[in-house]
C-alpha cells in the first residue's frame, strides 16, 4: 500500500511546510475548517479508528464523550511520552512528518471545541521535540496554528510541555498530574479526563500516531479509511520491528498485516540466518509469543485471541541466540525501574521478580524458586491500580510459560543453555 | 448540615443495607458491621486505592475491586470474605512484608499496628524473600519527629494529612518504585506546625513521636480516658492515656469531637506541664516576707479569717476575684458565687476581659444573644470567609484548620492583617497596617450599607454614628475592592475575629464594624479565644455586671431569685472590671484572690500591676505553679491541673464539654474544693460535696444552662442556647475609639506575636513544646532588621516606658511594617509588660498602646 | 545559593502560562538544574521559594522523575539504554565495559570527572539498537570499538 502516514518521509526535507504542502498538507485542515465540529467528528467515528497508544479505544467515541463534557476551556493533548520499549513510531512521525501531526491536533481541536493544546514530550526526544517547535513556528507564521486560523474563527494554541523521565507518564491520568507538577502517577477513575483533567478540566488525550491519522481521514474520507485494515481494526498501522532482524525499522502496513510478513518481507527476515525464537508483537508490556505464532494478524482482536496485545506495535524480535530468563530479568528490570510506587503488589513486586530472575539467571536459584516467580507474578496480577504491574506479571508469566525448559536449565546447569 | 439521602440499595454478603450515593462500599460493610481490612483509607482523606487490601469480590465484575474507592450502585453485591479474597490479601500483605522489618519486638507500634494485627489474621505465616531489604536509615534528627522509613509501607496517609487536612503539605513521598518512601523535606527538622496528625495516621512504626519513644507498650497503659484539650477555646477532643498516674500519651481518634481527632502542638505535645516537677506542693503562707509552706488547715482558716477581716472592715466590695479560663465552668461558678454571696462582692472578672468576654458583648450588645451562636462545623459550608484581628490557625489551631478546609473545598479567604497560616489559601489579603484596619472596616461597611441597607433600626443608628466620624480613605487601597467583592459574592460568609481588636485603642469601633457587616450580609460570626473556658466563664457569671446566665446584675427579678436559691444577698451594684480592680487595689479594693492566673505577667504595663498587688492587704493566688503573681501572694494555694479533676468547659461555639478526672492528682486540691472549703470556714457554706452538685446548681440557676446534665455529655457535648433569644442591649452605645498615638518619625511599635507552640504560661514547663520553640525573640522584617544593622540570633533590648527585655533577633520575611513583635509566653520575656494602656470605656478592655520601644544590641560580655 | 535574575525571570513567565502555578515546576526544574548543575537540597530551596511552593512538594516531585541530576555529574552525561532490543544486540555487554575500561556504573561518575552514566529504559531508538545518547548526541548501532572511539571524542 501507499504510506499515508509515513508519505514523503523518505525525503530529506520531509519536515518542511513548503515539502509537507506541496504533496497535499494541511488541505486536510482547510477541508474540515469547512466542514462542521460535529461532521470531522462523525468521519472519526465512520474511519473507526482506535487509539494508537496501545489500549485501541475508539477515538471517535472518546471525541463524543468530550464534546458533551461541560466545563471550559477544554484541553487537548498529544501524548508523545513514547516510553514502551521497542517503539519509536511517535518519534519518527514527529521527527520526519511534524506537520502531520500538527495538522492533526489542529483538525482535533476544531472538532472538540479545545481552544489549548499541549504536545507532552518525553524528554529523551530533543531532535522530535526541535522538528517539533520549528513546525509550529511554521504554521504559526502561515496561519495553521495561532489565532484565526487559515482566516476563520478557529483559534488554537499549541504548545511544548517536556516530562522528565517516567514511563508511567504515558498513562493519560499520570501524564495530566505530571502537568500539574505532581509526582505522575495514575489517578483514581472516574473522573475521567474528558470529564475533569488538566487542571481539572474536560481534557481529551490522544496519542500522535492516533492525531496523525485524523488528517488521513478528513482527507480521504472516513468511510475509505475504514477500508484500509481490516473491519474490527481499520487504518494504515505503523510497526516498529526491532531485534533479530535484518531491517530494523518502521513500516506503514494496513492493520492486521501478519507477524510474518513483517518481519519476512517487511523487516528483511532473521539476521544472520538465525531461526526465529519468540517474539514481544506490541511493545514489552504485551505478553511474549513463540515462533508458532507468527501467523497472527496484528491488529487488536487477533493479537487478543493469540495470547498477546498490539500495544503500541513495537514489534521485538528474538532469534535462537537470545536468552529468555535475560530477556525476562531485563523486562522484569524495566517494571522495577518504572513502577511508580503507588500500590502494594506493583510497588514491591516487580523488584521482588527481577531479584528472583536474576537469581536464576546467574544460577543462583533452586527449583522451588521457579515455583515463587510464578507466584510472585500472580500476586501482583489482578491486585494492581494500573496496568503496569498487570504487564510486569503477565510478561514474565509469558516468557516462564513458553520457555520453561530455559529456566530449569539455568536453575539445572547454573549458566545458560545458550553459553554452555 | 442535612444528612446524606441514603437511596441507595447494595447487598454486602447478602445483607442488604441502605446506603448514600457517596459512601464508599469500604465504608458502607464497615456500617454494616463487616470489617474489611485497609492501611491507605483513612476517614479524612479522599481514597486513593493504593494498599490494595480492601479488595472485594463484586458480583458481575471479572476483577477484584478495591472497596475503599468503589461507589456503590442500586443492587450491587459485594462479597467482603471468600478464599479468594484471603488468597489476595496474603499475597498483598506477603509482598509488603519483603521489604518491612520484622521488628516487632522493639517497635512502638507494637500491639496497635494495623499490618501486625492483618498479617496476624491474613498471614503469611513464613516469609520467602531472600534477598537484602530495603535498606533506609532511621531518623531520629527531628525534636520531636522521628521516622523509622524500613517500616513504611508508602500508604501516603501522612502526607495525605500534612497535605489535604493539615495544608501544610511539610512531608512528601520521595522516590519512585521500590525506593518509594516518605520524607519531610529535611530530615534534621521537620520544619512544621508539630501538630502531629501523622502520627494517628501512620498505620505502622514508621513516624513516632519522640516524647513517648520506647517508654512503654500500647498494652501497658492503665486506661484511656477521653476528654476535651485544656489549651484553648476550641475544646478539641483527645484521649489521654495514662500509665502509672502520668499522662503517657496523648492519643487522638477521627470519630471524637468536633476536631475529628485533628490536634495541634499545644493538644498532642503539650501535656507534660501537668507532671512537672515543678508544680506546687503544698500551701504558703508569707511569713516575713518570705512563703512559708504550711498545712491546708491552715491557710483555709488564714484566708477566710482575712477575708473575714476585709470584708469587716472595708465591706465586702473591697474584696475582688480574677476568674480563670483554665478552670471549669463548676469552678468559675463556684468562685463567682463565693465572691457575690461570701464575701459580697460583685467585681469578679477574668483576664477575658483582654480578650472574648469584651468582644462578645460588643456584638450581643449590638445584634442580641444569639449572634455568636455558630457552630465551627458550619464553616465547612461557607464560600467566604473573612479573617481579621489575628491569625485563627494559631490561636485556635483547629479552627484554622476549618478554614484551609473550606478553602480547600472553593471558600474564598479575605485576610485584614496578619495571618500567615492561610497565607496559602487566601484569595484576598490587605496589611494596611494595624492603625489603618478599623478604617478598611468601615469603608467596607459603608460600601456594603448602601446597597444592602440595614434591617434593624438599632443597628442602623449605631453605624450612622460610625458613619459620621469614619476617616475615609484618601485614595483607593490596594485589596479594598477584592475584599468587598469578596464579601459581596459569598452566599454564606463567616467572619472569624481575632483577639487582637478589642485590645486596640480603636478596637471599639472595629467590632462594631464587623457586627454591621456581619448584620448586612447575615454571616456567621467566630470569635477567638485564647482560653479554653473564656465562654464557659462568661456564661457562668464570671463578669462584674452579669449573674450566671448572663443575666444583668441590674435585673432586680432574676437577681432576687437567685438570692433565694443561693441562700444569701448579691449586692445590687455591678463590681469592678479587670482593669479597674488593679488600678484601685490598694485603695478601693483590699483584697484579691486570684484563681488560676497570672496577671502580673498577662496584663499591660506590668510595673503599675505589680506595684497594686503589692499594695493588697491580701493576695490569694490559687495556682499550680509559683507564677510571677504567685510570688507576689500572701497566700498561695497549690490546685489541681488538667485531667485531674472533673469539669465541664465551654468552647467558642458555646458548646458543653465534658473534661473527666484521668489521673490522681499529683499535688493540690480541686479549685473548687479550695473555694468551698474557704467559703465554709468564713460561714457561707457553698453545701457541696462533688462537682456534679455544682453542675447541677448550674443548671437550675441560669438559664442558659437549663437541661445541662454533665453525667450524659458524650464527645459531642452540650449546646448552649439561649433559651429564647435576648433581643440586643437597651442602649447600644455608640461605638468609641481612643485617640490613637501617632508614631513620631521612624519610631519602631512594639507589637504582641501569639506563638502556635505555646499556650498561656503553662507551656514553659512542657519540654516538648521547648524543644521546638526554646525561647521569646523579637521578630522583625528583612527590611527593620537592615535598618537597624541587625542579624538572626543577635542579641537585643527592647525598652519602652515600662521596662525591658533582651530577648534574640528572629528576622521574618512575612512582616512587612515598622514593627518588633514579641510574645507573652516565656518569664522575663513578655510583651505585655512592656506596653501601656487605656482603659476603654465601654468595653473595660485595656486597649494596649502600640508603644515605641528602643532596640539596643547588647553584646555577649554586657549581659 | 539564590536563582539568576534571569533565571527567575523565565520561571516567572513559565508560571504565568498556566492556570496553577504548580505546573511550572517541572519545566522549572530544568532552570533550577542549569542553574546550579544539579538538584541538590539548597537547589530545590531556592526553587521553591521561587515558586511559592512547599519544599517538600518541590522535592516530592523532582526525585520522582529519573532525568533529573539527583546528585552532581560529570562533564558529560552518557544515556545507554539496555532495554531488550538493544539488550538483544550488545547493550549489557557494553554497560559492562564501561565499567570495565571506564570504572562507570550506573548512576556513577568517572574518577576524572569526564563521565557519568545513566542505563535508560529505552530511548525509542530501537531500529538503531544499541543505542545511545551522550549529552543531547544521538548514536547508533553501536560496538565496544565504536563506544571506545566516540568516548574518545569527548573531553
Redesign the interface.
Known amino acids: 500500500m501507499e504510506p499515508l502516514l509515513l508519505k514523503n518521509t523518505d525525503q530529506p526535507n520531509s519536515a518542511d511546510l513548503a515539502e509537507y504542502q506541496r504533496i497535499g498538507g494541511y488541505r486536510a485542515l482547510k477541508k474540515a475548517l469547512e466542514m462542521s465540529p460535529a461532521e470531522v467528528i462523525e468521519e472519526v467515528v465512520t474511519s473507526g479508528l482506535q487509539g494508537r497508544g496501545g489500549a485501541g479505544f475508539p477515538t471517535g467515541k472518546k471525541w463524543e464523550f468530550a464534546v458533551r463534557a461541560t466545563g471550559s476551556p477544554k484541553y487537548l493533548i498529544n501524548n508523545a511520552d ?7 513510531k ?2 519518527y512521525l514527529m521527527e520526519k512528518n511534524p506537520h502531520l501531526v500538527i495538522e492533526g491536533m489542529v483538525i482535533a481541536s476544531h472538532a472538540l471545541g479545545a481552544q489549548k493544546g499541549y504536545i507532552y514530550l ?6 522530535a521535540g526541535a522538528r517539533l517547535e520549528r513546525a509550529m513556528e511554521e504554521a504559526l507564521n502561515h496561519g495553521f496554528l495561532g489565532d484565526s486560523i487559515c482566516g476563520t474563527s478557529v483559534n488554537f494554541d499549541l ?1 511544548i ?7 508511567i507518564c504515558g498513562e493519560e491520568t499520570a501524564l495530566i498530574d ?7 502517577q495514575p489517578r ?1 477513575k472516574p473522573p475521567f479526563p474528558v470529564n475533569a483533567g488538566l ?1 481539572g478540566k474536560p481534557t481529551i488525550v490522544n496519542n500522535v500516531e492516533t492525531l496523525a491519522c485524523v488528517p488521513i481521514i478528513v482527507d480521504i474520507g472516513g468511510a475509505a479509511f475504514a477500508e484500509i485494515g481490516t473491519p474490527a481494526s481499520p487504518g494504515p498501522k505503523l510497526y ?5 532482524v535484518n531491517r ?3 513500516y506503514e502496513a494496513p492493520m492486521g498485516t501478519s507477524l510474518r510478513e513483517l518481519i519476512y518481507e517487511y523487516a528483511g527476515g532473521m539476521r544472520n540466518g538465525h531461526r526465529l525464537k519468540a517474539v ?1 508483537p506490541g511493545g ?1 508490556s504485551t505478553p511474549v509469543l513463540p515462533a508458532e505464532a507468527t501467523d497472527c494478524a496484528m491488529d487488536f482482536a487477533s493479537l487478543v485471541e493469540a495470547g498477546s496485545a498490539l500495544g503500541s506495535a ?1 514489534v ?1 524480535v ?1 532469534d535462537d541466540t ?1 536468552c529468555m530468563v ?2 525476562a530479568r ?2 522484569a528490570h ?1 517494571y ?10 506493583c ?6 521478580l527481577e ?1 528472583v530472575l536474576s537469581r536464576i539467571e546467574n544460577g543462583n536459584a533452586e527449583m522451588k524458586d521457579l515455583d ?1 516467580l510464578q ?2 507474578s ?3 496480577y ?4 494500573c496496568p503496569l504491574g498487570d504487564s510486569a506479571a503477565e510478561v514474565v508469566s509469558a516468557i516462564f510459560k513458553h520457555f520453561r525448559g530455559e529456566f530449569e536449565a539455568h536453575v539445572k546447569n547454573g549458566v545458560c543453555d545458550l553459553e554452555a | 448540615m442535612s444528612e446524606e439521602t441514603k437511596n441507595i440499595t447494595v447487598a454486602i454478603n447478602g445483607k442488604e443495607v441502605e446506603v448514600s450515593p457517596k459512601t464508599t462500599i469500604l465504608r458502607a460493610a464497615r456500617e454494616a458491621g463487616y470489617s474489611i481490612p485497609s492501611l491507605c483509607d483513612y476517614e479524612l482523606l479522599a481514597p486513593i486505592g493504593a494498599c490494595r487490601m480492601c479488595l472485594v469480590e463484586v458480583e458481575g465484575m471479572q476483577r477484584l475491586q478495591t472497596s475503599c474507592t468503589l461507589l456503590p450502585v442500586n443492587g450491587m453485591e459485594v462479597t467482603t470474605e471468600s478464599d479468594v479474597l484471603t488468597k489476595a490479601r496474603r499475597d498483598v500483605l506477603e509482598l509488603l512484608l519483603i521489604n518491612h522489618p520484622l521488628d516487632c519486638p522493639f517497635c512502638d507500634k507494637s500491639g496497635e499496628c494495623d499490618l501486625q494485627d492483618m498479617v496476624l489474621k491474613y498471614g503469611p505465616s513464613i516469609g520467602r524473600y531472600t534477598e537484602q531489604k530495603r535498606n533506609i536509615p532511621s531518623s531520629y534528627e527531628d525534636p520531636l519527629l522521628a521516622t523509622n522509613m524500613e517500616r513504611c509501607i508508602a500508604c501516603e496517609r501522612c502526607v495525605r494529612m500534612c497535605d489535604e487536612v493539615q495544608g501544610v503539605s511539610a512531608l512528601t513521598m520521595v522516590g519512585r518504585g521500590e525506593e518509594t518512601r516518605m520524607e519531610p523535606f529535611s530530615l534534621e527538622s521537620w520544619d512544621c506546625e508539630y501538630c502531629g496528625n501523622c502520627l494517628p495516621a501512620c498505620p505502622v512504626g514508621a513516624i513516632l513521636s519522640t516524647v513517648q519513644m520506647h517508654n512503654y507498650r500500647p498494652w501497658q497503659m492503665n486506661r484511656e480516658v477521653d476528654t476535651v484539650c485544656g489549651h484553648c477555646g476550641v475544646g478539641c477532643q483527645l484521649v489521654v492515656q495514662v500509665r502509672d498516674e502520668q499522662i503517657a500519651r496523648i492519643d487522638s481518634r477521627t470519630s471524637l469531637g468536633i476536631n475529628r481527632g485533628l490536634l495541634c502542638s499545644l493538644g498532642r505535645f503539650g501535656h507534660e506541664y501537668v507532671g512537672a516537677e515543678e508544680r506546687l506542693g503544698s500551701p504558703m503562707i508569707r511569713r516575713d516576707g518570705e512563703l512559708e509552706e504550711c498545712s491546708w488547715e491552715e491557710v483555709i482558716a488564714f484566708v477566710a479569717d482575712r477575708l473575714t477581716a476585709v470584708k469587716e472592715q472595708h465591706g465586702g466590695e473591697a474584696i475582688a476575684g480574677i476568674a480563670s479560663p483554665r478552670c471549669s465552668n463548676e469552678e468559675n461558678y463556684l468562685f463567682q458565687k463565693f465572691l457575690r454571696v461570701g464575701c459580697g462582692s460583685n467585681s469578679i472578672d477574668s483576664l477575658s476581659r483582654l480578650g472574648l468576654a469584651a468582644a462578645r458583648r460588643v456584638f450581643e450588645d449590638l445584634l442580641g444573644s444569639g449572634a455568636l451562636a455558630n457552630e465551627l462545623s458550619a464553616i465547612d459550608a461557607c464560600d467566604g470567609i473573612l479573617v481579621v484581628g489575628g491569625d485563627p490557625t494559631v490561636v485556635n489551631p483547629i479552627l484554622g484548620l476549618s478554614i484551609r478546609q473550606a478553602a480547600g473545598a472553593g471558600a474564598r479567604v479575605g485576610i485584614l492583617g496578619r495571618a500567615s497560616g492561610l497565607d496559602r489559601v487566601r484569595a484576598v489579603s490587605m496589611a494596611p497596617g494595624v492603625e489603618r484596619e478599623t478604617a478598611v472596616l468601615e469603608t467596607l461597611l459603608a460600601e456594603v450599607a448602601k446597597e444592602r441597607g440595614f434591617s434593624d433600626e438599632r443597628v442602623e443608628k449605631a453605624m450612622d454614628s460610625l458613619r459620621e466620624t469614619h476617616r475615609a480613605p484618601e485614595s483607593p487601597e490596594e485589596g479594598l475592592a477584592d475584599l468587598r467583592d469578596l464579601l459581596r459574592s459569598a452566599a454564606t460568609l463567616a467572619i472569624v475575629v481575632g483577639p487582637e481588636l478589642v485590645q486596640r485603642p480603636d478596637g471599639h469601633r472595629a467590632l462594631a464594624a464587623l457586627a454591621g457587616l456581619a448584620h448586612c450580609l447575615q454571616a456567621r460570626l467566630y470569635l477567638q479565644a485564647e482560653g479554653a473556658n473564656e465562654q464557659g466563664l462568661v456564661d457562668v457569671g464570671c463578669e462584674p455586671d452579669r449573674l450566671p446566665g448572663g443575666i444583668p446584675v441590674a435585673d432586680q427579678a432574676h437577681r432576687q431569685r437567685l438570692e433565694g436559691l443561693w441562700g444569701g444577698s448579691v449586692p445590687v451594684e455591678p463590681g469592678l472590671s479587670l482593669m479597674e480592680i488593679i488600678e484601685a487595689a490598694g485603695t478601693k479594693i483590699r483584697a484579691l484572690y486570684v484563681m488560676g492566673e497570672n496577671p502580673v505577667f498577662k496584663l499591660p504595663k506590668s510595673s503599675l500591676v505589680r506595684k497594686a498587688l503589692e499594695s493588697l492587704d491580701l493576695l490569694v493566688v490559687q495556682d499550680i505553679f509559683l507564677n510571677e503573681t504567685a510570688k507576689l501572694a500572701h497566700v498561695v494555694l497549690p490546685a489541681q491541673a488538667w485531667t485531674e479533676r472533673d469539669g465541664t468547659f465551654t468552647n467558642i461555639e458555646h458548646r458543653i464539654q465534658r473534661s473527666p478526672k484521668a489521673i490522681a492528682p499529683r499535688s493540690g486540691r480541686a479549685d473548687w474544693q479550695i473555694v468551698a472549703e474557704i467559703a465554709e470556714a468564713m460561714g457561707c457554706p457553698l453545701a457541696v460535696a462533688k462537682v456534679g452538685e455544682i453542675t447541677q446548681e448550674l443548671a437550675t440557676v441560669s438559664p442558659l444552662h437549663a437541661g445541662l446534665d454533665a453525667e450524659s455529655l458524650d464527645d459531642r457535648g452540650w449546646l448552649v442556647r439561649p433559651p429564647e433569644e435576648r433581643p440586643p442591649g437597651e442602649s447600644a452605645a455608640p461605638p468609641i475609639a481612643l485617640p490613637l498615638q501617632e508614631p513620631t518619625t521612624n519610631g519602631v511599635r512594639l507589637g504582641v506575636e501569639r506563638l502556635l507552640f505555646h499556650a498561656g504560661t503553662t507551656s514553659r514547663h512542657s519540654p516538648a513544646l521547648l524543644k521546638i520553640c526554646p525561647e521569646a525573640t523579637a521578630k522583625l522584617s528583612v527590611e527593620l532588621a537592615s535598618e537597624l544593622d541587625l542579624e538572626d540570633g543577635d542579641r537585643v533590648r527592647l525598652s519602652t516606658a515600662q521596662g525591658s527585655v533582651t530577648v534574640p533577633v528572629e528576622i521574618d520575611a512575612s512582616l512587612t511594617d515598622h514593627r518588633v513583635l514579641l510574645s507573652n509566653h516565656f518569664e522575663n520575656a513578655g510583651v505585655l509588660g512592656l506596653l501601656d494602656y487605656s482603659l476603654h470605656p465601654l468595653t473595660k478592655a485595656p486597649a494596649l498602646e502600640a508603644s515605641e520601644v528602643a532596640i539596643t544590641k547588647v553584646e555577649a560580655a554586657e549581659e | 545559593m539564590t536563582l539568576s535574575t534571569a533565571a527567575l525571570r523565565e520561571i516567572e513567565m513559565i508560571r504565568g502560562k498556566y492556570p496553577e502555578p504548580r505546573s511550572a515546576l517541572i519545566p522549572a526544574l530544568y532552570i533550577a538544574e542549569r542553574e546550579f548543575g544539579w538538584l541538590s537540597a539548597a537547589a530545590l530551596l531556592s526553587l521553591a521559594e521561587a515558586l511559592d511552593l512547599p519544599p517538600a512538594l518541590v522535592r516530592g516531585t523532582a526525585t520522582f522523575y529519573h532525568l533529573y541530576r539527583h546528585r552532581e555529574m560529570g562533564r558529560h552525561l552518557i544515556q545507554l539504554c539496555t532495554n531488550v532490543s538493544c539488550m538483544i544486540l550488545g547493550a549489557e555487554e557494553l554497560q559492562e565495559m564501561l565499567k570495565r575500561k571506564y570504572g562507570l556504573v550506573p548512576g556513577g561518575t568517572t574518577e576524572d570527572g569526564r563521565f557519568s552514566l545513566l542505563i535508560m529504559e529505552c530511548i525509542g531508538v530501537c531500529e538503531g539498537a544499541p543505542a545511545m545518547q551522550i549529552d543531547t548526541d544521538l548514536y547508533q548501532n553501536l560496538t565496544e570499538e565504536r563506544l571506545d572511539e566516540i568516548l574518545s571524542s569527548y573531553g
Request: glycine share 16%; hydrophobic share 30%.
Open positions: 513514547e516510553g514502551e520499549p521497542g517503539t519509536f511517535d518519534r518525553r524528554h529523551e526526544y530533543p531532535t504548545e510541555f517536556r516530562g522528565a523521565g517516567a514511563y505530571s502537568m500539574e507538577g505532581k509526582r505522575g483514581l487542571w516498529c520491528l526491532s531485534g533479530s530494523p525499522g518502521l514481544i514489552l513495537g521485538i528474538m537470545v535475560r530477556v531485563r523486562a524495566f522495577e525501574v518504572e513502577s511508580c510506587g503507588k500500590c502494594v503488589p510497588r514491591e513486586g516487580t523488584g521482588w531479584k515463587l507466584d510472585i500472580d500476586a501482583i489482578g491486585n494492581c491500580f
